[in-house]
């Protein structure tokens, strides 16, 4: 298709930064959740302080450090996250001893009992939480509340009220500004592998609608808006074939088939992806059945997947990342 000289479009930029969020590195498991704690508790605190006002105008917010140096008959208010403390929740130690074909603990469907413990904590200490105000089977761990009470001899908080932040309003990220920014395009479950021709066929108009081949100039305007494609996952394979016992040898027969499948299949993503990335940045996530490991987090494609792509990307953690510039 020729284009006019006047009405040559430029694909607009982003700076892509790779944060190494999921890449595998030395795991520690002592600290397991209290950072997602921390940090929703600090993204409720305010508003449940206000929530906490509102509802107990004549009682103080102090820290659970701070309840030490009160009197121990003052009625304050305290802000944190809640333990539930549950004596029957499965642990490693029994999955240990069925490994070492101990007595098996018998299987449950509910987990909780009257013997649950109920904890407040924060980023320092933790209480715990007694009274007969307090319904222990409605909450779960995790959840952020205000606590009216007082302290008690032993340690412990005796609970009067409740009170929780609710859902809080969010801002939208919206603006004037948004108009001029560039759009990203994302794609999934392409399954390449059974794919048909029609299919095929399709993935040739997209190919060609994104590097500009195609369209009238307003839509090749549209198209130079996209700065990024997100490709997310289950790309080369959409599903997996299963089979029982009976077909277990027909399995083992077919697995040089089903590998052929896969390795066709890539050489089809490499011959779809080739043109795109040379014109536009591409992430390539990999789903749950594409030829990558299956551990969570996946990691990204070997390299030797995409030769034909190989050079246009900068392997990351569990993606691919394709860097490029286009013009149409």
């Given at each position: ?251 083992k027969a077919h697995d040089e088939v089903i590998f052929q499948e ?20 591409i992430i390539l996530m990999p789903g749950e059945f594409d030829p ?37």
């Open positions: 298709m020729e284009v006019d000289s006047a009405s040559v479009c430029s694909r607009k930029s982003f700076k892509f930064e790779d944060f190494k969020k999921f890449e595998n590195s030395p795991r520690h498991f002592t600290h397991q959740y209290s950072g997602i704690y921390n940090a929703r508790l600090q993204a409720l605190r305010n508003r449940l302080v206000e929530n906490a006002k509102i509802k107990w105008a004549d009682s103080k917010v102090i820290t659970l450090s701070e309840l030490s140096e009160r009197d121990e008959s003052s009625t304050c208010i305290i802000i944190g996250t809640l333990y539930k403390h549950q004596e029957l929740k499965p642990s490693i130690l029994q999955e240990f001893s069925k490994e070492l074909q101990l007595v098996a603990q018998p299987s449950r469907t509910n987990y909780a009992s009257f013997k649950d413990i109920l904890y407040l904590e924060d980023e320092t200490l933790r209480v715990k939480l007694i009274g007969n105000d307090i319904n222990i089977q409605d909450v779960v761990t995790g959840i952020v509340c205000a606590v009216l009470g007082h302290e008690l001899e032993n340690g412990a908080f005796a609970v009067v009220d409740w009170c929780f932040p609710g859902c809080c309003p969010k801002l939208s990220i919206l603006d004037q500004s948004m108009k001029d920014r560039g759009k990203i395009l994302i794609i999934s479950g392409l399954d390449l592998a059974n794919a048909c021709n029609s299919q095929l066929l399709s993935l040739n108009l997209l190919s060609e609608w994104i590097t500009g081949m195609i369209g009238c100039e307003e839509i090749q305007k549209e198209v130079s808006s996209i700065v990024c494609i997100i490709i997310a996952g289950n790309s080369v394979r959409g599903s997996v074939e299963t089979y029982d016992r009976k077909n277990y040898f027909k399995t896969a390795a066709n299949a890539a050489h089809k993503l490499d011959n779809f992806l080739n043109p795109i990335a040379q014109c536009c940045p990558t490991c299956h551990v969570l987090p996946q990691q990204a494609f070997h390299p030797c997947i995409l030769p034909q792509c190989s050079s246009w990307i900068q392997w990351s953690t569990y993606y691919g990342y394709y860097e490029s510039c286009w013009s149409c």
